[in-house]
């Protein structure tokens, strides 16, 4: 079964940093681009950052750029996303997902699976 | 950044009725247009990708149509289990973007 499974979500004060772990299973992951998706509490879905197969392409949403690094490590079939400077705005769920393509920037891109999410609440 | 559209907002509906979704595009984006559902607790599930083709596994009442800027999805007759939010997301360039949702609720 194809899967990703996220963890290290948490509540972490403003201005500090958390780092967002994917564990991937079920695919060959290195054939794949990788992203994270987020849903901030009644809002709807936002793409974060996405990675190719080969980590030679790298995006990011501008809410999140110079903040946020996206990482994989395709011997232990793992996706991260460090997170620093953290804000209140970034509070959600953190969704890892696989793309259709090793790449993202073509188009005709879709996103399957997801993972089940993993919270991540900045708060004093 | 292509901005996504997506009406209603929110919809009630009854188990046995056929509901259209609709996506607008801030710019032509082909047929690179898909879409999720969303439940509760849930991770989020592709339902439709390139405008109209039925992603493995999911109910034939599902369709999407639609080109250019202009989409929809289909359920032909709501299933209790079909309740859920729904989002379209373009795939045409990045950054990635995805309406705003459409809740569809139980009347």
């Known amino acids: 079964e194809v899967q990703v499974v996220e963890s290290g979500g948490g509540l972490v004060q403003p201005g500090r940093s958390l780092r967002l772990s994917c564990a991937a299973s079920?695919?060959?992951?290195?054939?794949?681009?990788m992203h994270w998706v987020r849903q901030a509490p009644g809002k709807g879905l936002e793409w974060v950052s996405g990675i190719s197969w080969n980590s030679g392409y790298i995006d990011y949403a501008d809410s999140v750029k110079g903040r946020f690094t996206i990482s994989r490590d395709n011997a232990k079939n793992s996706l991260f996303l460090q997170m620093n400077s953290l804000r209140a705005e970034d509070t959600a769920f953190y969704y890892c997902?696989?793309?259709?393509?090793?790449?993202?920037?073509?188009?005709?891109?879709?996103?399957?699976?997801w993972g089940q999410g993993t919270l991540v609440t900045v708060s004093s | 950044d292509i901005q996504m559209t997506q009406s209603p907002s929110s919809l009630s509906a009854s188990v046995g009725d056929r509901v259209t979704i609709t996506c607008r595009a801030s710019?032509?984006?082909?047929?690179?247009l898909n879409w999720y559902q969303h439940q509760p607790g849930k991770a989020p599930r592709l339902l439709i990708y390139?405008?109209?083709s039925l992603q493995s596994g999911v109910p034939s009442r599902f369709s999407g149509s639609g080109s250019g800027t202009d989409f929809t999805l289909t359920i032909s007759s709501l299933q209790p289990e079909d309740f859920a939010t729904y989002y379209c997301?373009?795939?045409?360039?990045?950054?990635?973007?995805f309406g705003q949702g459409t809740k569809l609720e139980i009347k």
């Open positions: 997902v696989k793309d259709r393509y090793g790449g993202f920037d073509s188009g005709s891109n879709w996103f399957d699976p």
């Open positions: 997301q373009q795939s045409f360039s990045v950054p990635p973007t």
């Open positions: 079920g695919f060959t992951f290195d054939d794949y681009a």
């Open positions: 710019q032509s984006i082909s047929d690179y």
């Open positions: 390139a405008a109209s």
